[in-house]
């Protein structure tokens, strides 16, 4: 703990940890001292100058060491000839500040009045205008008139397209450089820069495309001026006309709290529209931060011109038909059910398949689940919180991919001193800022985290830290490689000292999921299929938020040789194309319901707008069908399955709504009274969540029954122990995952189209591109388990010359690693 | 590419800088020798060089006042007409220059050979009217100047110019 020194604002007495900044000293105490370079996340700079104070300090005897005393016994002060920036200027014991008297509120006016004489004042059509910091602080702290000449304001260029995702007004601009420098310190991408100096100094990008960051959304949030809009809120709504809503992004596996605008619209009927998302505050799982996918595509997909919808008759009638379809194959059914559900609908799902007598599986290709809930992170865990002592492992996981917010946090914990361990078989974002890297061959992944102990530094940092963090993913790995791959490393735990194995916090393997939920469904014993395929022939199957017969055509010719297809969704996907039933759900904005995240963390989400007509919450559906087929279940809200789940999961026990909505008080502080300090993200009111227990209750040996309560999971067979060889004119291809892709909810995003084409392909090094005659965009023909598909050829310097990426969800289905023949499409042309 | 064309400079460059990236401002000027200006490929080069961004370059670039993106004349004349060298006639100079140049500022003549620029103090009042002539990665000061005197400057280096290229400011 850090010494506390005190120091008095504006006569009220402080106390704040040495280091400290007197302007985040002063916010902790209720004070406001305005600023706009400053951010509380961020180095201080003290380039806008705004945060100008008066300071006094107490004169010391250098004879003595002692504070010299005035006539009265005070501390004799010393106050510098000038105002001094408060954001730059670290606390000291007995310091005096003064934050409102006159010569400091002059100081700040005339900063103001300075800043505004290169600012256009278009508030009335500026998108900021409402919910802007300069606008705020102007009313609070500036002028009332200008003494600079109204004509002789300072123009540049407006709807500057920094990328397609990002909009910059060059002369609303302050150049206060958060937007830089959120770039290159806290993202690690320094695609924006300065350019020129003095008044024609502007913010500038060179990168191909333009603003190059899976983050760049956060700008808009912590720009305090309406230089940097998102393409999708300019000119979209007033800042005041808009109602917000607590929810989860549904995206990935790190359950970023976030807040979604709707107002209503003459456009939508007068109905409600989701207007942005924007990040709500957890320190704990986002901070302030959230990614562009999150802000682009996590909901987007839920207002698609493809949502299914029946009226209240033909949904009737289909229940019913399901119904009698499920009832009479009772142990006959296989139920399949994706991530994407919420905990309530995992859970009565549960309950039906027990009840009925049928089988439910996860629908996923990412095993390895029985290790997570086993080893998972314990309560009280925050990746904020690791650094030096503490080592992460991040294996077979391309994390700024998958999991963006993950690769923040732990390129921060880098930062902080942790130790941070990235094996991959290809270079990933995180490679930058890791400590050691360690490069396998695809098929080797078991075997390299088998014999990380053995290796002398990484095993010293393994053995030796306080807290280890394993993220294991499935790149280039399917069901049965990531399961081995769980597997060993939940080993490394179990081979550490029990001092380091007990549960607690910071400690666990995480699995980087495809989905926000998988974390929940194994949470209560759903595990996926070994063979899926084998599984489905002759059932009554039902699908319930997956496209199986979209990710793999054999799963499709599958589906057609079952007895009856049901398919629940919320879109319209191949499988519901080809489904006899089809039950149209409510989209996860429209209902209410938890998710668990990757890092165990149960997280409300709230209905930010009314259920479409015709769609109902995936839990209620289930209920429904269940009542028809004579079984009673809970389906009138999720507040009440929880409390079932609460009832009966041991992994859940404790949880309430109530608990899941407490907050407590975070730093910094964010939001709407507040914008000018943290951004205009969303402080959280609607609860922080809660980590789920490793159930003390439940031995290991007990939790294996839990898991095969529904379903054997499958074997854990021993990975090959040499990496997968291709042999001549072979090329191995593996499935690896990128950030923007096909996906069921990421296809509609239509502003994310050019980036979700980015990575339509397959990749491949630029030397076996050459060998095969192939060229970066020209066509090829991949053949893999007797199918040829054809396919863009994109190059990648990073990779081995034995390998093709096939990135998920673009259409060539790849389940496990496979030997692919490559050849072009065209005679290749001479270059 | 400067690491084709360049290979014993960039190494002796590296050479000066324990921190890779400190050799930034020699790069830039390496890569402007040739052409007066740096190519975006050539800032692309760079940062792949540093480990920096190509925005982290461009920046510099853009900060720094020799440093030009763009194609201009094979000189850049830079006149100071801040109001000391003002007071010193540097704004009437300047003028008359144009004049006989018969280009405005920021404009570049017919054939090429020289940009006329305004800029900023150059640390010379006292010899005012005064400019500098850059050329590539070199400058060269030419003070207590006439319009006559630097005519006559013009014409030396238009000749040169035909006889050896990089004779002028060296």
């Known amino acids: ?831 | 590419m400067l690491t084709e064309k360049y290979p014993s400079e960039i190494q002796a460059i590296f050479a000066k800088y324990p921190v890779k990236r400190s050799a930034v401002m020699p790069l830039l000027y390496l890569a402007q020798r040739e052409e007066g200006y740096i190519t975006k490929e050539n800032m692309q080069e760079i940062a792949n060089l540093l480990d920096l961004d190509v925005t982290e370059v461009a920046g510099i670039v853009g900060f720094y006042t020799m440093f030009h993106d763009e194609k201009a004349g094979k000189y850049r004349m830079q006149v100071c007409t801040d109001l000391p060298c003002a007071l010193r006639g540097a704004d009437a100079f300047l003028e008359a220059l144009c004049d006989n140049l018969g280009i405005r500022v920021g404009e570049t003549t017919p054939d090429g050979l020289i940009t006329l620029e305004e800029v900023k103090c150059l640390g010379g009042c006292h010899r005012a009217p005064l400019f500098q002539i850059q050329e590539g990665d070199m400058v060269a000061f030419h003070e207590n100047m006439t319009v006559e005197k630097t005519m006559e400057l013009v014409e030396a280096l238009r000749k040169s110019v035909n006889s050896s290229p990089r004779a002028a400011t060296a």
């Open chain 1, 1 to 831: 703990m850090a010494k506390l020194i005190n120091l008095k604002i504006n006569g009220k007495p402080v106390s704040v940890p040495e280091g400290t900044m007197v302007v985040d000293a002063a916010k902790k105490a209720g004070i406001d001292i305005p600023v706009f370079c400053y951010h509380p996340k961020m180095e201080p700079v003290a380039m806008c100058r705004q945060c100008l104070v008066e300071i006094g300090r107490p004169v010391i005897d250098r004879a003595t060491g002692q504070p010299v005393l005035e006539e009265n016994g005070q501390p004799k002060l010393q106050f510098g000839p000038k105002l001094e920036t408060s954001c730059s200027t670290p606390v000291s014991e007995g310091m005096v500040v003064i934050t409102d008297s006159e010569k400091a509120r002059a100081g700040q006016r005339e900063i103001l009045e300075l800043l505004l004489t290169s600012h256009p004042l278009d508030c009335p059509v500026c998108d900021k205008g409402g919910e802007c910091p300069l606008q705020n602080l102007t009313m609070k702290f500036g002028p009332k008139e200008s003494r600079f000449l109204y004509d002789e304001k300072h123009h540049a260029e407006k709807h500057f397209p920094l990328g397609d995702l990002i909009f910059l007004d060059r002369e609303r601009c302050i150049q206060c450089a958060r937007c830089v420098r959120f770039q290159s310190d806290i993202a690690g991408e320094p695609v924006l820069g300065f350019s020129q100096r003095g008044r024609h100094t502007e913010i500038v990008t060179y990168s191909d495309p333009g603003f190059d960051s899976v983050f760049s959304g956060n700008t808009t949030d912590i720009c305090p001026v309406g230089a940097l809009t998102t393409a999708d809120f300019r000119f979209g709504a007033r800042p005041w006309e808009l109602k917000s809503s607590a929810s989860i992004c549904s995206q990935c596996p790190v359950g970023c709290n976030v807040t979604f605008n709707v107002r209503r619209e003459v456009k939508a009927g007068g109905g409600y529209v989701i207007k942005r998302a924007m990040p709500r505050q957890n320190e704990q799982v986002n901070e302030i931060w959230m990614c562009d996918k999150g802000r682009f595509a996590g909901y987007q997909y839920t207002e698609a011109d493809s949502r299914l919808k029946l009226d209240s008759p033909e949904l009737d009638q289909a229940l019913s038909q399901a119904a009698v379809k499920l009832a009479e194959s009772a142990s006959q059914a296989v139920f399949l059910a994706g991530g994407r559900l919420s905990n309530e609908d995992f859970y009565t799902l549960k309950q039906f398949a027990t009840r009925l007598g049928a089988k439910a599986y996860l629908y996923t290709r990412h095993g390895g689940g029985e290790y997570t809930t086993r080893y998972g992170l314990a309560p009280g865990s925050n990746l904020g919180n690791l650094g030096k002592g503490d080592t992460v492992l991040v294996v077979a996981s391309d994390l700024y991919h998958e999991a963006p917010l993950w690769y923040l946090r732990l390129k921060a914990a880098a930062k902080r001193g942790a130790t941070l361990i990235v094996a991959n078989a290809r270079a990933t974002k995180l490679d930058e800022f890791a400590t050691f890297v360690i490069r396998y061959s695809y098929g080797d992944e078991v075997e390299t985290v088998k014999s990380l102990s053995s290796k002398e530094k990484v095993g010293e940092a393994i053995k030796n830290t306080h807290h280890l963090v394993i993220f294991y993913g499935a790149d280039g790995l399917g069901l049965t490689g990531t399961t081995a791959l769980a597997q060993a490393c939940a080993d490394l735990f179990t081979s550490l000292p029990v001092s380091q194995t007990a549960p607690k916090a910071n400690n666990g393997l995480i699995g980087v999921w495809s989905t926000p939920n998988q974390q929940g469904a194994l949470e209560m014993g759903f595990a996926p299929c070994a063979d899926l395929a084998a599984e489905l022939k002759d059932k009554t199957v039902y699908i319930l938020a997956a496209d199986p017969a979209g990710d793999d055509p054999t799963l499709a010719e599958a589906l057609k040789g079952a007895k009856a297809v049901i398919a629940q969704d919320i879109l319209e996907t191949e499988t519901t194309r080809l489904a006899n039933i089809v039950l149209p759900a409510a989209a996860y904005t429209e209902r209410e319901g938890t998710f668990t995240s990757g890092e165990r963390r149960v997280q409300r989400f709230y209905p930010a707008v009314p259920a479409r007509p015709g769609t109902k919450a995936d839990f209620a559906l289930i209920a429904e069908l269940a009542k028809r087929c004579g079984i009673d279940l809970e389906g009138r809200s999720a507040l009440l399955v929880m409390n079932q789940i609460v009832a009966n999961e041991p992994a859940f026990s404790g949880i309430t709504y109530a608990k899941l909505a407490e907050v407590t008080e975070q730093w910094p502080i964010i939001g709407r009274s507040d914008l000018f300090y943290g951004g205009t993200g969303y402080e959280n009111k609607q609860g922080l969540g809660v980590t789920l227990s490793l159930t003390p209750g439940v031995s290991p040996q007990g939790r294996d029954k839990q898991a095969t309560l529904l379903s054997p999971s499958p074997a854990a067979k021993e990975m090959r122990g040499e990496g997968l060889r291709p042999k001549e004119d072979e090329l191995l291809a593996v499935p690896i995952t990128k950030l923007y892709d096909n996906g069921t909810t990421v296809a509609p995003a239509k502003l994310l189209a050019a980036h979700i084409a980015r990575f339509d392909g397959v990749f491949v090094n630029p030397a076996t591109a050459k060998k095969y005659g192939l060229e970066n965009g020209s066509q090829a023909r991949v053949s893999l388990n007797g199918v040829t598909y054809s396919a863009s050829v994109l190059l990648d310097e990073s990779i081995s010359t034995g390998v093709v990426l096939i990135p998920r969800s673009f259409g060539i289905p790849l389940a496990e690693p496979a030997f692919v023949l490559l050849t072009a499409l065209e005679p290749a042309q001479e270059a």
